[in-house]
């Protein structure tokens, strides 16, 4: 089935590419004893904007059902990313946050772990983070956070009483947002006329490249490109001036926007658009041939773990990630085929998965005793997990993949 709906960028008319059916809410982790039937379920299905080249989503799930007081994932839980945004907040202290005074604002701040750094440097900061409980963790720190959703009306509020921002940043966390209008409009009110927003989220070339199809949930609206971004960033007044390629959660870029011709634009920005061009991402046969590898991975994966559970294998997930919804649900995954999953985030343990419903299980449960084989969820932490998990190998306990491809390590 194919559709059409309206860009939330351009409105230009988007047009359907592919359809992973009826998916719950990816962190909607639910007791055991809850009931089933009153789960939430949606449509997930991505569209090409034929205007403006944004993919997103056909059907936009309510802000509120996804980003909550219960809100379960926490940013520091990776000690990976932990030194990533250490790493980003360090750069920033030494290239945009030089002036006197100056003030950062971060849309989506979760547990603080970016804006730490920048506080203890004593920097004048906000976040703005709509999950209470997150929110909490992060003011433990002794952030500044403001507990509301960022959007115009926001950051006028913020402008008003705390004067123009040298910094908006944001890390996966615009692309979960289908009133992009208002953020920009916003981001423009707030900005100090040489300010930057610098945003980095899951890069849709990287995506198509790898076929990693469970980037794709209900919290991820829009899937960004270069050439969108611009085509967004030119009808709110602001410009694409700088692209950075990230090797985290998968592959991301780093988009820096400025307003319309404060900075000139890198070289990065035009290298990234060519290579888009020359790679055909906005084009549909593109993001057709993208279906027909995630209808391959999706036959082989549910293949092999039929087979594993017919030769009496045990089979357990490693990561009650919010992309494994996507996976479990599309691909028909249940306890039956794969036991249970191990998680370290306490607020997901004891509880089944969305839609799948498989237990989750302390990660301490892992090597109790070890399974023969464990499917990857997980997978953009793979290097730091195997490091962790050297006693399943040596065990002989076998990982599978299935990002790009399906395959046992």
């Known amino acids: 089935m194919s559709s059409t709906s309206q860009c939330r960028v351009c409105g230009g008319t988007v047009n359907e590419f592919f359809d992973f059916g009826r998916q719950p809410l990816s962190d909607a982790f639910l007791e055991p004893d809850a009931d089933l039937d009153g789960e939430f379920f949606f449509r997930l299905a991505t569209g090409l904007c034929a205007d403006c080249t944004m993919v997103q989503l056909m059907e936009e799930v309510p802000r509120d059902r996804m980003f909550h007081e219960a809100y379960p994932y926490h940013s520091s839980g990776s000690a990976y990313m932990r030194s990533h945004f250490e790493g980003l907040a360090k750069r920033l202290l030494t290239t945009e946050l030089t002036g006197d005074d100056p003030f950062v604002v971060e849309a989506g701040c979760n547990d603080g772990v970016m804006l730490r750094t920048l506080a203890e440097?004593?920097?004048?900061?906000?976040?703005?983070?709509?999950?209470?409980?997150?929110?909490d963790v992060a003011a433990a720190k002794g952030i500044r956070v403001r507990k509301s959703f960022f959007e115009e009306s926001t950051a006028r509020e913020i402008r008003a009483a705390d004067g123009p921002a040298d910094v908006i940043y944001a890390a996966n966390t615009l692309c979960h947002i289908p009133y992009i209008g208002s953020i920009l409009t916003g981001v423009r009110a707030l900005l100090a006329p040489t300010g930057v927003f610098v945003f980095e989220d899951p890069y849709l070339g990287d995506i198509v490249e790898r076929a990693s199809f469970d980037q794709i949930y209900d919290e991820h609206f829009f899937f960004f490109t270069a050439r969108s971004v611009q085509e967004m960033a030119q009808r709110h007044d602001l410009e694409l001036v700088d692209v950075e390629r990230l090797p985290v959660h998968g592959g991301e870029v780093r988009y820096t926007l400025a307003i319309a011709g404060a900075r000139t634009p890198t070289p990065a920005v035009a290298d990234l658009l060519a290579e888009?061009?020359?790679?055909?991402?906005?084009?549909?046969a593109t993001l057709d041939g993208f279906g027909e590898r995630v209808l391959r991975i999706r036959d082989d994966l549910t293949a092999l773990l039929r087979r594993l559970r017919a030769e009496g294998k045990r089979v357990v997930g490693y990561g009650a990630t919010a992309k494994s919804a996507t996976v479990t649900n599309f691909c028909g995954i249940g306890p039956d085929l794969v036991s249970t999953v191990v998680d370290t985030t306490r607020a997901k343990q004891n509880r089944l998965t969305p839609g799948a419903h498989i237990p989750v299980v302390d990660a301490a449960a892992f090597a109790d005793p070890y399974p023969d084989y464990a499917l990857l969820f997980a997978w953009n932490h793979a290097d730091e997990i195997q490091a962790k998990e050297q006693g399943f190998r040596a065990a002989g306990g076998r990982w599978i993949r299935y990002v790009p491809e399906v395959r046992i390590d």
Do not use: F, M
Request: cysteine-free; proline content about 4%.
């Open 121 to 135: 440097s004593g920097v004048r900061h906000l976040g703005v983070e709509p999950s209470g409980g997150v929110a």
């Open 276 to 284: 888009e061009r020359a790679r055909g991402l906005a084009d549909r």
